[in-house]
C-alpha cells in the first residue's frame, strides 16, 4: 500500500482544499408561480405559504 514520504503541509492541504469554493455556483433563486416573489427552488414561499399550486404554511396575516 502507497504511503506518503513526507508530511503535507497545512498551506498545500488547505489550497487543495479551498480549490473547490469557485466550483460552486450560486444559489438559484426564482419566482413564485402564485405571488411572483423571490423564492429558494423546492422550498413554500414565505409571502403566500404556497408550493406547487397548494397551501402549505397558512399565510401571515399582514
Request: proline share 6%; hydrophobic share 25%; charged share 30%.
Amino acid at each position: 500500500m502507497g504511503v506518503p514520504k513526507k508530511r503535507t503541509s497545512k498551506m498545500r492541504r488547505d489550497r487543495r482544499r479551498a480549490a473547490n469554493n469557485n466550483l460552486r455556483s450560486a444559489v438559484q433563486v426564482i419566482k413564485c408561480g402564485k405571488c411572483s416573489e423571490p423564492v429558494l427552488p423546492h422550498r413554500a414561499c414565505g409571502a403566500c405559504g404556497y408550493y406547487k399550486g397548494r397551501e402549505t404554511i397558512p399565510a401571515a396575516q399582514g
